[in-house]
T-cell receptor
């Protein structure tokens, strides 16, 4: 079965450092998303991406965040200068559009010290 | 504003007992509706979805959900739970546009009593 893959599975970083989380969506999917889940809390929408541009972003997705699809397969989330409150599980998701299913990756756990 | 409410933070049921997890939504029009399950430290797995048609939908692992438009609800049910069903369950909604984001409820943690 096709799957969304995310790397790294766990990253520990110092506050103020830049972090890049990587995702490989399912190959024929057109819509891509990043979500985050702070430990014990709900899954929150960060950003959606379609046709090489951001479709929508939440108020969480401020200037320290950026997304990119550098090579037509990877989909990355960059956090420019991490803060303690960025510690969370970050999920990538993709789907074909329409009534297709949204597939989630296993997540990347980010710990900011 | 678009929102999903799961009023039960934590539910404990005995193995073999029936289960119902509640979900209410607020959306401009009838959205697409989903239930996801998350085991500890794992990703999100789709249990079932409702787009249109029959308001009782069947999903994986013996789960079903019923869409009730008049109550803006989409409750998840299972007639007999198994210990392996212990997990976090999230109700979610999405608009009809392909670019619409999924909005998740706050989740219900299910524990199973032996």
């Amino acid at each position: 079965e096709p799957e969304v893959t995310q790397t790294p599975s766990h990253q520990v970083t110092q506050m103020g450092q830049e972090v890049i989380l990587r995702c490989v969506p399912i190959s024929n999917h057109l819509y891509f998303y990043w979500y985050r889940q702070i430990l014990g809390q709900k899954v929150e929408f960060l950003v959606s991406f379609y046709n090489n541009e951001i479709s929508e972003k939440s108020e969480i997705f401020d200037d320290q965040f950026s997304v990119e699809r550098p090579d037509g397969s990877n989909f990355t989330l960059k956090i420019r200068s991490t803060k303690l409150e960025d510690s969370a599980m970050y999920f990538c998701a993709s789907y074909t559009g329409g009534t297709g299913e949204l597939f989630f990756g296993e997540g990347s756990r980010l710990t900011v010290l | 504003a678009q929102s999903v409410t799961q009023p039960d933070i934590h539910i404990t049921v005995s193995e073999g007992a029936s289960l119902e997890l509640r979900c209410n939504y607020s959306y401009g029009a009838t959205p697409y509706l989903f239930w996801y399950v998350q085991s500890p430290g794992q990703g999100l797995q789709l249990l079932l979805k409702y787009f249109s048609g029959d308001t009782l939908v069947q999903g994986i692992k013996g789960f079903e959900a019923e869409f009730k438009r008049s109550q803006s609800s989409f409750n998840l049910r299972k007639p007999s739970v198994h210990w392996s069903d212990a997990a976090e369950y999230f109700c979610a909604v999405r608009g009809y546009s392909s670019a619409s984001k999924i909005i998740f409820g706050s989740g219900t943690r299910l524990s199973i009593r032996p």
